[in-house]
């Protein structure tokens, strides 16, 4: 668990060091699919992430407004003030929280009961899949995108060949 959330903040900031090679205009263009444009997709990721470890620690929540978070160090800025308390709860995760329960009130009254590992597996692949989107966008402009490989990104040490 820990391991993937170290690889989507690694890929995030790959995202973010790319992103200072493109036009604010093209950051900030609606796009096809996806929730907006590129730096609206990076807000969008930044706080479904916190939203959803503040709930589970049983935090209130609010929304913030994507409006005041157009620029790219806003963007990063925003991450950074989030990041802490994701880090620290991620970094705290422990066999024992796997099944504990999660009751996720709907809209409609009903209220839905999700194991916390299932929980946090949802936030992991949430970025993953907005990522592919940016993949896609960096295509259209005529950019490379991030590479979204696990390998090679250090997240795991092998254990020496003498042993």
């Known amino acids: 668990m820990k391991t993937m959330f170290r690889y989507n903040w690694l890929v995030r900031e790959e995202w973010y060091r790319w992103c200072e090679e493109v036009p604010e205009e093209e950051l900030l263009r609606i796009r096809t699919g996806g929730v907006g444009g590129i730096l609206h997709t990076l807000f969008h990721i930044i706080d ?37 308390e994701v880090e620290n709860f991620v970094n705290s995760w422990d066999i024992s929280m796997e099944n504990r329960p999660f009751y996720d009130p709907q809209p409609d009254g009903r209220v839905d009961v999700d194991a916390w590992g299932e929980v946090m597996r949802h936030v992991i692949a949430h970025q993953i899949h907005h990522i592919g989107q940016l993949s896609v966008w960096a295509r259209e402009i005529g950019k490379k995108p991030v590479s979204a490989n696990v390998i090679g990104k250090g997240l795991i040490q092998p254990l020496s060949s003498e042993q």
């Open 48 to 84: 479904v992430e916190w939203s959803w470890i503040r709930s589970l620690q049983g935090k209130s929540d609010f929304q913030e407004n994507v409006e005041n978070y157009s620029s790219l160090e806003k963007i990063r800025k925003l991450d950074a003030e989030f990041r802490t």
